[in-house]
């Protein structure tokens, strides 16, 4: 299995311009998170979904914009880059309610100059 | 908003001895507590978890212990080696919470020396 995969590691942007991060997972998880982590912060919510077709905020959606039209895949669409969005952002997947434990894929590294 | 917090930031330990990495939190409605391991240009892997109805588990060299009246919990590593060299996570899930979500600590940067 390859659990949950993230495309691209790294990516330069230039203010103003748009990406997309991709991120799947295989192990047929119906709950799917998008964090960032910067550095001694901590890890924080931007979007999360709990099955195909529902998404919803986290706690720093601003800039940012999802979908999940399969369960595999829960792409982050980031609109009008800007340096704040300069971070490293990770995919999680989570399966059985109540069991609490989320996967994390290998993270984005992005820079926003 | 819900919080939890960490400390200490960063620890320093010599190899064999004990790291121990403290969390506090402040809303009672909690039922599941993680803490998470990250490497370097990894993301955070699963270490070991508690939920609020045991005082401690123990998972080879990792210790959880959970103080409910407190609001505390803390992670023990026992015999600490070079290779847990990693940063740590403690979190915790709402109970009932509709996307599984967590709440994360901020980090403590761990280094063991050899």
């Known amino acids: 299995n390859a659990g949950v995969t993230q495309t691209p590691k790294f990516r330069i942007l230039k203010i103003g311009q748009s990406m997309t991060l991709q991120c799947t997972q295989d192990?047929?998880?119906?709950?799917m998170y998008w964090y960032r982590q910067d550095p001694g912060m901590g890890l924080k919510l931007i979007y999360y979904?709990?099955?195909?077709?529902?998404?919803d905020k986290g706690e720093v959606p601003n800039g940012y914009n999802v979908s999940r039209s399969t369960t595999e895949d829960f792409p982050l669409r980031l609109e009008l880059a800007a340096p704040s969005q300069t971070s490293v952002y990770f995919c999680?997947?989570?399966?059985?309610?109540?069991?609490?434990?989320?996967?994390f894929g290998p993270g984005t590294r992005l820079t926003v100059t | 908003q819900q919080q939890v917090k960490q400390s200490p930031q960063s620890l320093i330990v010599q190899k064999g001895g004990i790291s121990i990495i403290n969390c506090a939190y402040e809303?009672?409605?909690?039922?599941?507590f993680p803490w998470y391991q990250q490497f370097p240009g990894k993301g955070p892997a699963l270490l070991i978890a508690?939920?609020?109805?045991?005082s401690e588990k123990k998972e080879g060299r990792f210790t959880i212990s959970f103080n409910k009246s407190a609001k505390q919990f803390s992670l023990h590593i026992m015999d600490s080696q070079p290779g847990d060299s990693a940063t740590y996570f403690c979190?915790?899930?709402?109970?009932?919470?509709?996307?599984?979500?967590?709440?994360f600590g901020p980090g403590t940067r761990l280094s063991v020396l050899p």
């Open positions: 999680a997947s989570s399966g059985r309610p109540g069991s609490g434990e989320q996967y």
């Open positions: 192990m047929n998880h119906n709950y």
């Open positions: 979904s709990v099955g195909a077709g529902i998404t």
């Open positions: 809303n009672t409605a909690f039922d599941y």
């Open positions: 508690i939920r609020p109805d045991v």
């Open positions: 979190a915790a899930k709402p109970v009932g919470n509709y996307g599984q979500n967590f709440v």
